[in-house]
T-cell receptor, first 113, second 114 residues
Framework: GNSVTQMEGPVTLSEEAFLTINCTYT??????LFWYVQYPGEGLQLLLKATKADDKGSNKGFEATYRKETTSFHLEKGSVQVSDSAVYFC????????????FGTGTRLTIIP | DAEITQSPRHKITETGRQVTLACHQT?????MFWYRQDLGHGLRLIHYSYGVQDTNKGEVSDGYSVSRSNTEDLPLTLESAASSQTSVYFC?????????????FGPGTRLTVL
């Protein structure tokens, strides 16, 4: 079955540091890949997605590239801000007709000024 | 604006009681999902629906049920609440028909079973 393995946290960085959160997946077929973010006390919201190999998703300075050869979708940001403090979830969705999300365990990110 | 809402936001109940959590979306989405969030597990799928009268079991469906009588609502029922069901529950919806769909999440319901 489908699975997502995500870098364990928590991760603490100083403001303006470079961020990488690792995500690898196991899936049959051609899944779509997602990063969701959860701010304190809120539900999840889509951060970015990529729907086919070599696609790069980007939003709010975050980027992730769909690497089929390494089955990875690592999240990166060049310069983090205090407002980026949140929990980040990597997820995959199966092929057409299997529109369920499989989530990683989440990575809590804290940015200190 | 279209949205997805959950009620109640917080609920405390006792072991053995029946509890229903409401989820309502105004996007006219075909797909609706229920997840639970627990530390160390991320989000796990409980039940899902691809349309009216359609319901399916997810990864952790034991002790839960859903019914879909209209497009907007997918209530989640705990038939006999157990302490192991203490969790944060999220409802989500998506348009349906595409494997690239974005799921939109509600604000969550924190359930405590004593």
């Amino acid at each position: 079955g489908n699975s997502v393995t995500q870098m364990e946290g928590p991760v603490t960085l100083s403001e303006e540091a470079f961020l990488t959160i690792n995500c690898t997946y196991t899936a049959t077929g051609y899944p779509s890949l997602f990063w969701y973010v959860q701010y304190p006390g809120e539900g999840l919201q889509l951060l970015l997605k990529a729907t086919k190999a070599d696609d790069k998703g980007s939003n709010k300075g975050f980027e992730a590239t769909y690497r089929k050869e390494t089955t990875s979708f690592h999240l990166e940001k060049g310069s983090v801000q205090v407002s980026d403090s949140a929990v980040y979830f990597c997820a995959l969705m199966g092929d057409f007709g299997n529109e369920k999300l499989t989530f990683g365990t989440g990575t809590r990110l804290t940015i200190i000024p | 604006d279209a949205e997805i809402t959950q009620s109640p936001r917080h609920k405390i109940t006792e072991t053995g009681r029946q509890v229903t959590l409401a989820c309502h979306q105004t996007w006219n989405h075909n797909n609706m999902f229920w997840y639970r969030q627990d530390l160390g597990h991320g989000l796990r799928l409980i039940h899902y629906s691809y349309g009216v009268q359609d319901t399916n079991k997810g990864e952790v469906s034991d002790g839960y049920s859903v019914s879909r009588s209209n497009t907007e609502d997918l209530p989640l029922t705990l038939e006999s609440a157990a302490s192991s069901q203490t969790s944060v529950y999220f409802c989500a919806s998506s348009e349906g028909g595409l494997s690239t769909d974005t799921q939109y999440f509600g604000p969550g319901t924190r359930l405590t079973v004593l």
